[in-house]
């Protein structure tokens, strides 16, 4: 059979376990057992039992003299498995896999240097891939943006992003591949966004990554979305290295973040209701500025007397490093209202500028304040509100002005793409953080 032909030739890369299948030695007469076995499990009732079967088990040892029956799921050999297999019969299948995770962890122990990792992101409206060597050098990044498409609707549509997903994902793999030079042969495993993020958006990159990986036999390696975005440093300041204090601003997302080494962070504050990228998007709505509102502010802004307008700064009572926007955006929209009923006019530039200055003062207040708490002299910011014009010129000025040093992505890196989530993957495939098959895609997860 092709697909056991196939996965023979895998199996001298890197094993692979395949469950749910029972060896007795004897050829099934199922209709059904001359396909690969499911690897979620589906179809209790389909034995998988043929001599191809068992001539893919014998490469982990003999075992034609021990029938070995099991139930549960496919799953890459060093998986350190997010979810426990069970079994009928462990005894045998718990040999099978400590020897297949200590060859991994040989493997790895062998190969710091040079790994090359695909990436996959699609948590929202880009769907991206990239192939990153060692965590630091970018091979190759593709992206497909929905923006054009959603700017008719004022903002992302899920629904949309999932089927435009679906339709590009393909592509955008095997053009990231054919740029880099390297074939799927020599991609030692695959990283993909499994959360936070729109779940229809996630669970096209999530199962397209699984897919790939259990056809290849690599490894799957899931990567915070957020943890992405922190490593985007890495790939624009290769000198850059844990520990440092990190503030994270994008558009669904607003933290202060510890990282205390590069698979170890903790958040220090976070915000309470609306995202500092949320704000700037629904402020700029209701100003009249088309979607991506929060772009097309920071260019207005630049024109604009950020003192024209007194807007507050709101602040969390209990949480000095917590952040809350929501009472600034509707200051913003009663100012406008107020502005329509009396028949007055708004500067848009002053307004824009005014209503920035604020929403940065909050951000730069908190990071600073929890920079001096912490003692932290290594600055990172990161996320797509990091590209805001106004925030990296205060941070560099106030870290210039307590002597400590800033780290910011270049601006291609900002937004959502993939080789920060292949750069993130090659620290957590070194930590042996990897997926198997149960791997699901979380809309909402804590970067700890």
Aim: proline fraction near 6%.
């Amino acid at each position: 059979m092709r697909w056991q032909k196939d996965a023979r030739t895998k199996f001298d890369h890197l094993p692979l376990v395949f469950c749910r299948c029972g060896v007795s030695g004897e050829p099934s007469t199922s209709s059904t057992a001359s396909g690969p076995p499911s690897p979620r499990g589906e179809g209790k009732g389909r034995p998988f039992s043929s001599p191809e079967a068992k001539d893919l088990l014998t490469l982990f040892g003999d075992l034609r003299e021990e029938p070995l029956e099991r139930e549960a799921f496919a799953f890459p050999a060093e998986s350190t498995g997010l979810l426990p297999a069970r079994r009928k019969k462990d005894s045998l299948g718990d040999k099978i896999q400590s020897s297949l995770q200590a060859f991994c962890e040989r493997k790895r122990e062998r190969k710091w240097f040079g790994v090359i990792i695909l990436g996959i992101e699609s948590s929202c409206d880009e769907t991206a891939a990239a192939v990153v060597e060692d965590g630091r050098k970018v091979l190759s990044s593709v992206i497909a943006s929905q923006v054009e498409e959603h700017k008719l609707y004022g903002g992302v549509v899920p629904e949309i992003a999932s089927r435009r997903h679906s339709e590009a994902i393909a592509g955008v793999v095997r053009q990231a591949l054919a740029d880099s030079g390297k074939p799927l042969s020599q991609i030692d495993a695959v990283a993909v966004t499994y959360a936070p993020g729109l779940i229809g958006a996630l669970l096209v990159g999530v199962n397209f990554a699984k897919g790939l990986a259990l056809s290849a036999g690599l490894p799957l390696i899931p990567v915070h979305h957020l943890r992405g975005h922190i490593a985007s440093n890495y790939l624009t300041s290769p000198e850059l290295e844990p520990p440092f204090l990190c503030l994270v601003v994008s558009g669904g997302h607003s933290h202060i973040i510890e990282v205390k080494s590069y698979t170890q962070l903790r958040v220090l504050g976070k915000t309470r209701d609306d995202a500092a990228g949320e704000a700037f998007d629904k402020a700029a709505r209701a100003m009249g500025i088309p979607y991506p509102g929060g772009v097309e502010m920071d260019r207005i802004a630049e024109a604009g007397n950020d003192r024209a307008y007194q807007l507050p700064r709101p602040r969390v009572d209990g949480a000095p490093l917590d952040f809350s926007f929501s009472g600034l955006k509707t200051a913003v929209i009663n100012l406008l209202h107020n502005a329509g009923q009396k028949g007055t006019e708004v500067n848009l530039p002053d307004l824009c500028a005014s209503y920035r200055r604020a929403v940065v003062d909050c951000l730069t207040e908190n990071f600073l304040k929890a920079a001096e708490q912490t003692g932290t002299q290594k600055l990172v910011a990161a996320g797509g509100v990091s590209a805001n014009r106004l925030l990296r010129r205060n941070l560099q000025e106030l870290c210039a002005k307590s002597g400590r040093k800033l780290y910011v992505p270049e601006l291609s890196l900002c937004g959502d793409n993939a080789a920060m989530i292949a750069s993130q993957g090659y620290y957590e495939y070194l930590a042996g953080n990897t997926a198997g098959m149960e791997l699901n895609a979380c809309a909402q997860r804590s970067i700890e």
